[in-house]
T-cell receptor, first 116, second 114 residues
Framework: AQSVTQLGSHVSVSEGALVLLRCNYS??????LFWYVQYPNQGLQLLLKYTSAATLVKGINGFEAEFKKSETSFHLTKPSAHMRDAAEYFCAAFNAGGTSYGKLTFGQGTILTVHP | ETGVTQSPTHLIKTRGQQVTLRCSSQ?????VSWYQQALGQGPQFIFQ???????GRGNFPPRFSGLQFPNYSSELNVNALELDDSALYLC?????????????FGPGTRLTVL
C-alpha cells in the first residue's frame, strides 16, 4: 500500500529564512506526488505536483519541490519565508491501482510557523 | 469557472443520528472523492464516485455511503453517527485521464458529533 511520511510535525523559521518541509513516499511506479497547503478553517490548495516530467517542480507562491527517486523523497522548499506562508502543508501520493484507485494518500502534515 | 462547493459549512449532530453532506464538483469534472480529516491529521480517503458509481473505497465502514448525480454533484451519508466521526469532511473533484490526477478540493464541512 502507498504511504507518505512527513518528517517533522512542526517547523519554525524566521521571516526571510529557507523553508524545507520533508516528504518521503513508498515506492510506486509511477508515483504522482503533490504538495497541498491548508490555511486555518479552509480546504486544501494545490501548491505543486510531480507527474514524471521534470524532477524539479515549481509551484505557486515561490515554492518548489524536487523528486528524488533514489531517496524516495519529494521535499518542499522556498528560499525566503514570508509571514503569509504560515499554514499546514500536506504531501500526498496518488494511488493508481487496486481497490483504492483514485485515492490520494496524505502525510500527517507539517505546521509551518514563521517568526518576524 | 466555478470551483468545488460544499454544504453545509458546519453541522452539529448527536450520536446515533444520520447526516448528509453535499458537494458540487468543479465545472467540467466528472469524478468526486470524499476525505475525512480528523483534528491534527491528514485527510483519509473515504471513497470516490465516477459516472454515478463507487469507483474506489478506503477503510471506512458501510455506514459511510455516497451518491453521485447525473450533474456530477455528490452526497456523503453517514448513519449511526459516532463521536469519532467528528471531523472536517472534504470533497474533491477531478477528471481522470488528463494525465495529472489532480484533485481540486472544496472548503469542507465541519461535523461535530456530541
Amino acid at each position: 500500500a502507498q504511504s507518505v511520511t512527513q518528517l517533522g510535525s512542526h517547523v519554525s523559521v524566521s521571516e526571510g529564512a529557507l523553508v524545507l518541509l520533508r516528504c518521503n513516499y513508498s515506492s510506486s511506479v509511477p508515483p504522482y506526488l503533490f504538495w497541498y497547503v491548508q490555511y486555518p478553517n479552509q480546504g486544501l490548495q494545490l501548491l505543486l505536483k510531480y507527474t514524471s516530467a521534470a524532477t524539479l517542480v515549481k509551484g505557486i507562491n515561490g515554492f518548489e519541490a524536487e523528486f528524488k527517486k533514489s531517496e524516495t523523497s519529494f521535499h518542499l522548499t522556498k528560499p525566503s519565508a514570508h509571514m503569509r506562508d504560515a499554514a499546514e502543508y500536506f504531501c500526498a501520493a496518488f494511488n493508481a491501482g487496486g481497490t483504492s484507485y483514485g485515492k490520494l494518500t496524505f502525510g500527517q502534515g507539517t505546521i509551518l510557523t514563521v517568526h518576524p | 469557472e466555478t470551483g468545488v462547493t460544499q454544504s453545509p459549512t458546519h453541522l452539529i449532530k448527536t450520536r446515533g443520528q444520520q447526516v448528509t453532506l453535499r458537494c458540487s464538483s468543479q465545472s467540467g469534472h466528472n469524478t468526486v472523492s470524499w476525505y475525512q480529516q480528523a483534528l491534527g491529521q491528514g485527510p483519509q480517503f473515504i471513497f470516490q464516485y465516477y459516472r454515478e458509481e463507487e469507483n474506489g473505497r478506503g477503510n471506512f465502514p458501510p455506514r459511510f455511503s455516497g451518491l453521485q448525480f447525473p450533474n456530477y454533484s455528490s452526497e456523503l451519508n453517514v448513519n449511526a453517527l459516532e463521536l469519532d466521526d467528528s471531523a472536517l469532511y472534504l470533497c474533491a473533484s477531478s477528471t481522470p485521464g488528463q494525465g495529472n490526477n489532480e484533485q481540486f478540493f472544496g472548503p469542507g464541512t465541519r461535523l461535530t458529533v456530541l
